[in-house]
């Protein structure tokens, strides 16, 4: 089927036109290409090129005004809003930017369909003036304000077109209007120039009357792609505008309109796919071209339209990689590359002025991709002495002399990035340049590596320097908040090419690029309400019943124009694939298009639809296991020798793939900043409290005046040991001095209820205090000793009885020192590690010869006080009652097997480490 571009020239050649005097004129700049390229392979002879033209280019030559970016224009409206209002009555350039834009839209628009300015912005000047009754005498400071706003729309547009006119340049609405003032001149000094114009469907009134003018003078062709089957139906949205221009222009009523087609009647293979995403469209597209590619044995004149451009990311990492032939229309934003995020936490760092900077600010800055090589030399990394040194000493808050302090080689490089900028938007700039040339340097020094880097660095400098352009020109960029929100706009403009080849092999567009281009297999994506088409928005100043009044497109006209451009894409297609996101939210449109409904409703394709689910790798339900190599098992043994304690093997118990990971591999947890106090830390706090206080008590009895003397020095203990292992951590506001307090509490109630065990005649000598305990096992069937190791918080002797104490600063309840079952001791670690435990410090104990059975071993839990000293109990088996809360030589025997057990279980090399299901 051949392409609306070759029917053109077809028409053309028929017509015996000498292509090389034409200027033709399309849609974009994009279609241009294809055009030139068509040209090339219908000409038999050498010729000139023609004259070719995006509709935009014709105009701004028409006008005679250069076109201006939309940040100057925000600058230029900037001059003019100063000077309508006094300086008590401006607002910064900040806020001002983010009202402005609407409007100028506005302005554009109005200028774009030819619109007198004076008589829509006076009747918004009028409703405002209703709506707020501006005849009331009593009216407040905002009333006031606002109608005044209303009322100088007129004055900023006479004087911003104006300033703009006698600069020669424009924005795009005000070339439209000053191109229909030159008109008359350009018709009559262009008329032995013939225009073609083919591919237009919305056009605007100035585009309608430059063609139309240019049409009646016959100077001028027009050609139009839609198909009969639109046309005809006058309920068909493709062709909405066109309809309307066979109708209403009166070249139409001595000329054929050109052209009426029958090809989307012509048989298609038409898929409708839901997929549940994007990610999971991207990679069905993927899937897609996979296929196509095996099937023909190339992907030429084959396009992938996306609705939603930033599926271009995820869709380049989903293409086959056997793609040879590739083209991207669409730019990749500057704002999505690496580099993009370093400057916005520069930016939101330097927001405010502070003396002191958090921490995560700085590790996120240190850290980023572009500037820890900065900081390494042959032999040290600083950002990992630097972000180490904040960790272990939780430094939440740092200033930049500490930084400084941390790294002195790297001062001046800590300076640009962390020192203030005191608000100041050209210290800000001065920066940032800065630190572009520290990366540069670095960069070049391997530059082949560095390439696509390097084209980071040097846009994001072009970047920085147009900021440092305008901001010489206008001076109105005060503070960073303004530099920032200037930045943003900059940035969003700003696109990376891809190289690509323009002619060949695969094509990925946007919609709009796709105006005039056929091919013969087409894959859309995003098909949803919300994306295609867009949907209400009313991003305007004007009201709805205002712009039908005066003639301005809304939202209808928009939904046309989605329209003409979807049907137009598969009119002449043979292969179609409609992709719709199956679950959408509020921010990736709704649900799946009204414009696949339409086809279903026509009933002209045999539409295949189905529903797709993504193809993600299913992750195996079993548990992990890990074999017991012999280096495993070498390591195992080396463990073993060094000494194995009660924690280590209760975290065997809790998960052996965790003890693997953490004993035998070595594998530490990530040492992170401790904003909050950590339980471990409270816990930390609060035993090396009581050793201080019962340290010196060894081999002493508690009295009543020894309690007294503790209690006095309880903050000062307290305060020492949170310094100690909290280092330098806030602990004097918010959550940390709550628990700070908590801590204290703890120590406090604690010692009370000793003094009260002491006044009830109680007698409690304190016989060790943090024991340190080591013992060298024989475990039965193993080929060399084992060492268990262990600290126990307190051993004391209670009216004649020895206890081992374990301290516990959570909830511990009674249930949870009992055992009923000794099979379950070395498997339940929820029931039972806690018993585990006390029964390990009192074997290690009596096999050192520190104590005699029978003794009592147990817990103090400082969340449950009043229960008292926790006692381990054997429970019968059968009643469930306790039998005996005395730890003798039967019960450390039965212990001892069960340890045993455990032991070989651990170094037994047929039994691998597997990973348990944790609740």
């Not at 070719?52 to 005679?64: C, G, H, K, P, Y």
């Not at 990749?332 to 003396?355: C, G, M, R, W, Y």
């Not at 996101?581 to 449109?589: A, H, I, S």
Request: hydrophobic share 40%; with cysteine.
């Amino acid at each position: 089927m051949p392409s609306f571009i070759s029917d053109v020239l077809n028409e053309l050649k028929n017509q015996e036109v000498e292509l090389s005097q034409l200027t033709f004129i399309l849609p974009s700049k994009r279609a241009g290409v294809f055009l030139r390229h068509e040209i090339a392979a219908q000409t038999t002879k050498t010729i000139f090129s023609p004259t070719i033209l995006s509709i935009e280019e014709f105009v701004e030559e028409l006008s005679q005004l250069k076109s201006i970016t939309n940040t100057e224009l925000l600058f230029e409206f900037y001059q003019i809003y100063l000077e309508a209002n006094s300086k008590n009555e401006a607002e910064g350039f900040d806020s001002f930017s983010k009202w402005a834009q609407v409007l100028l839209q506005d302005f554009n628009e109005i200028d774009r369909y030819l619109i007198p300015s004076e008589n829509i912005l006076e009747y918004l000047k009028a409703i405002q003036d209703i709506n707020h009754w501006s005849l009331e005498k009593n009216q407040t400071a905002l009333i006031k304000n606002y109608l005044s706003f209303w009322e100088k729309l007129s004055l900023y547009y006479n004087n911003l077109s104006l300033k703009l006119r006698n600069s020669g340049c424009g924005y795009q609405g005000l070339i439209y209007r000053e191109a229909i003032e030159n008109l008359e001149s350009y018709i009559q000094f262009n008329n032995d120039k013939q225009h073609v114009f083919l591919g237009f469907n919305a056009l605007n009134t100035a585009e309608s009357t430059i063609i139309q003018e240019l049409l009646h003078n016959g100077i001028a062709q027009i050609f139009w792609d839609i198909d009969s089957c639109f046309m005809n139906n006058v309920n068909h949205g493709a062709g909405f505008f066109l309809r309307n221009y066979q109708r209403s222009w009166k070249y139409f009523d001595k000329h054929p309109f050109n052209w009426k087609h029958d090809y989307y009647t012509s048989p298609k293979n038409v898929s409708v796919i839901g997929i549940p995403k994007n990610v999971g469209q991207a990679k069905y597209i993927g899937e897609v071209l996979h296929n196509l590619q095996q099937q023909n044995g190339h992907l030429n004149n084959t396009a992938v339209v996306l609705s939603d451009e930033t599926l271009l990311t995820s869709v380049l990492n989903s293409l086959p990689n056997t793609i040879d032939a590739l083209n991207i229309t669409m730019g990749f934003p500057l704002k999505s590359v690496p580099l993009a995020s370093l400057f916005d936490q520069l930016f939101s760092l330097h927001k405010e002025s502070k003396t002191t900077i958090y921490f995560k600010e700085i590790v996120a800055i240190l850290t980023h991709q572009f500037i820890r090589p900065l900081f390494q030399d042959s032999s040290i990394d600083y950002v990992e002495k630097m972000t180490s040194k904040i960790y272990d000493n939780n430094l939440t808050f740092l200033t930049v002399e500490s930084l400084i302090e941390m790294a002195p080689k790297y001062s001046n490089l800590l300076s640009i990035l962390f020192k203030s900028w005191n608000n100041n938007a050209i210290k800000g700039l001065q920066n940032c340049s800065k630190l572009i040339l520290l990366l540069k340097k670095h960069l070049t020094q391997n530059k082949e590596n560095n390439l696509i880097a390097l084209e980071y660095l040097y846009r994001f400098n072009e970047v920085f320097n147009t900021i440092r352009s305008l901001n010489t020109n206008y001076n109105y960029i005060n503070d960073i908040k303004a530099l920032n929100s200037l930045y943003k706009e900059v940035l969003s403009f700003e696109s990376l090419d891809f190289q690509g080849e323009p002619l060949q092999g695969l094509q990925v567009m946007g919609m709009l690029e796709s105006r005039v281009l056929d091919f013969d297999t087409v894959i859309i994506s995003s098909v949803n309400e919300g994306i295609l088409p867009a949907g209400k928005s009313n991003n305007s100043f004007i009201p709805f019943d205002v712009k039908l009044e005066h003639g301005l497109p809304t939202y209808k006209e928009k939904d046309a124009i989605y329209t003409y451009h979807f049907y137009r894409l598969i009119q002449r297609a043979k292969n179609v694939y409609i992709l719709y996101n199956t679950e959408p939210d509020v921010l990736n449109g709704g649900e799946k298009s009204r414009f696949i409904t339409q086809m279903e409703i026509e009933n002209i394709h045999n539409i295949k639809h189905s529903i797709v689910a993504p193809k993600t790798p299913r992750i195996a339900s079993s548990l992990q296991s890990v074999l017991k190599s012999d280096d495993i098992l070498f390591k195992l043994k080396e463990f073993a020798q060094k000494g194995i304690s009660p924690s280590a093997l209760t975290n065997y118990i809790r998960n052996p793939l965790d003890f693997y990971y953490q004993k035998v591999l070595g594998v530490k947890e990530f040492n992170n900043v401790e904003e909050t106090v950590a339980a471990n830390t409270l816990g930390t706090v609060v035993h090396n409290t009581l050793e201080d206080f019962y340290k010196p008590l060894e081999n002493k009895f508690l009295t009543i005046e020894l309690l007294l003397k503790m209690q006095a020095q309880i903050n000062d203990t307290v305060l020492f040991h949170f310094k100690d292992i909290y280092r330098e951590g806030d602990i004097t506001k918010g959550k940390n001095l709550i628990i700070f307090e908590i801590a204290k509490r703890f120590v406090s109630n604690f010692l009370k209820k000793e003094k009260a065990l002491i006044e009830a005649g109680h007698s409690i000598k304190i016989i060790q205090i943090e024991a340190d305990l080591k013992t060298k096992v024989q475990v039965e069937g193993f080929q060399f000793p084992v060492i268990l190791t262990g600290k126990v918080d307190r051993v004391d002797e209670f009216d004649g009885t020895t206890r081992i104490i374990d301290y516990k600063t959570g909830k511990v309840e009674q249930a949870k020192v009992e055992v009923v079952d000794w099979e379950s001791i070395t498997t339940d670690y929820t029931k039972y590690s806690k018993s585990f435990q006390i029964l390990m410090y009192t074997y290690m104990m009596r096999q050192n010869g520190l104590i005699n059975a029978p003794v009592e071993a147990g817990i103090i839990s400082f969340k449950n006080l009043n229960a008292g000293f926790l006692k381990f109990a054997k429970k019968d088996s059968v009643t469930s009652r306790k039998k005996d809360t005395l730890i003798t030589e039967e019960t450390l025997i039965n212990f001892k097997q069960q340890l045993d057990k455990l032991v070989l279980e651990i170094f037994n090399p047929k039994i691998d480490f597997v990973e348990k299901e944790l609740s």
